[in-house]
């Protein structure tokens, strides 16, 4: 079983900036991929940004350019830095881990873009 716990979400004015933290129960290194989803109210889940084992990233149209997937082996924990946040990145953010054909998931963390 593999634990994921988010943080750092929370309400930022529009322009600003947060960094969503996933810390992992397992080695970053025994993930095949991990990822960042999220769901805003009344709209399907949607991929934000995905990075596979051996460096490779790809990021939503809708947030290219202002945030970057990053993750710290020393600490086990994936990270999500978000720049110039817009009311529309209101969310639940989740982060996800795949491993032996199997995807984790987190609780979630509430990023809330509003002036």
């Known amino acids: 079983q593999v634990l994921l716990v988010e943080s750092g979400g929370g309400l930022v004015q529009p322009g600003g900036s947060l960094r969503l933290s996933c810390a992992a129960s397992?080695?970053?290194?025994?993930?095949?991929?991990m990822a960042w989803y999220r769901r805003a109210p009344g709209k399907q889940r949607e991929e934000v940004a995905h990075m596979h084992s051996g460096g490779a990233t790809r990021y939503a149209d809708s947030v290219k350019g202002r945030f970057t997937i990053s993750g710290d082996n020393a600490k086990n924990t994936l990270y999500l830095q978000m720049n110039i946040l817009k009311p529309e990145d209101t969310a639940v953010y989740y982060c996800?881990?795949?491993?032996?054909?199997?995807?984790?998931w987190g609780q979630g963390t509430q990023v809330t873009v509003s002036s």
């Open positions: 397992s080695k970053l290194s025994n993930f095949y991929a």
């Open positions: 996800t881990a795949e491993r032996g054909g199997t995807d984790f």
